[in-house]
């Protein structure tokens, strides 16, 4: 219940427009989030792997809080002996662009990969619904809230998020950022 209350109120908070964006070192927000789970990515003797990610303008905390939970979920819904998750930029695709009908090509794509359990994609739209599970409590805990907050970060952002998986094979959540140069001391 404790948890539940702490999602929701996260969700809560993150309707707050008012925080200012900086530039977010996305590298340092990875080892920050690799610190904070190193007890379970020891346990389950998983491999994060992290490519040279983009400086993005946005919200430190919403930055943490996005990538944590899409990095504790490839842990959680992972049942090899290895889990691998891969966190990469990746090329902005002509289908990405037509997708979200971007207006530019000025955007950043960064993939947040598993070779976990995955699910039907049928279910992809309903995936970020509030307390939606696919699998049921007694087999994987959680609220059903964190996907719901990693979409209300991304459009706090002004960006947009899509979902590949198989099941058995894995998924890949994108990330797609409004690329812009980040600010420099005078």
């Given at each position: 219940?404790?948890n539940l209350i702490s999602d929701v109120l996260t969700l809560s908070i993150l309707s707050d427009q008012t925080?200012?964006?900086?530039?977010?070192?996305?590298?340092?927000?990875?080892?920050?989030?690799?610190?904070?789970?190193?007890?379970?990515?020891?346990?389950?003797?998983?491999?994060?792997?992290?490519?040279?990610?983009?400086?993005?303008?946005?919200?430190?905390?919403?930055?943490?809080?996005?990538?944590?939970?899409?990095?504790?979920?490839?842990?959680?819904?992972?049942?090899?002996?290895?889990?691998?998750?891969?966190?990469?930029?990746?090329?902005?695709?002509?289908?990405?662009?037509?997708?979200?009908?971007?207006?530019?090509?000025?955007?950043?794509?960064?993939?947040?990969?598993?070779?976990?359990?995955?699910?039907?994609?049928?279910?992809?739209?309903?995936?970020?619904?509030?307390?939606?599970?696919?699998?049921?409590?007694?087999?994987?805990?959680?609220?059903?809230?964190?996907?719901?907050?990693?979409?209300?970060?991304?459009?706090?952002?002004?960006?947009?998020?899509?979902?590949?998986?198989?099941?058995?094979?894995?998924?890949?959540?994108?990330?797609?950022?409004?690329f812009t140069k980040p600010v420099l001391p005078p």
């Open positions: 219940m404790q925080a200012n964006f900086e530039s977010v070192d996305l590298n340092a927000v990875i080892v920050q989030i690799s610190e904070d789970l190193e007890l379970i990515i020891r346990e389950k003797n998983a491999e994060i792997t992290v490519s040279s990610l983009q400086t993005v303008l946005g919200m430190p905390g919403q930055m943490h809080q996005l990538f944590q939970n899409l990095i504790s979920n490839a842990l959680k819904f992972n049942v090899n002996p290895v889990p691998a998750i891969r966190v990469e930029m990746e090329v902005l695709t002509d289908e990405l662009v037509a997708e979200f009908s971007l207006p530019t090509r000025d955007y950043i794509v960064i993939a947040v990969s598993d070779n976990g359990i995955g699910f039907d994609e049928k279910h992809k739209d309903r995936i970020f619904g509030m307390f939606q599970r696919l699998h049921g409590r007694s087999k994987y805990a959680g609220t059903g809230i964190g996907l719901t907050i990693v979409k209300k970060i991304v459009e706090n952002h002004r960006a947009f998020i899509t979902v590949q998986s198989e099941p058995g094979v894995g998924t890949t959540f994108r990330l797609v950022f409004p």
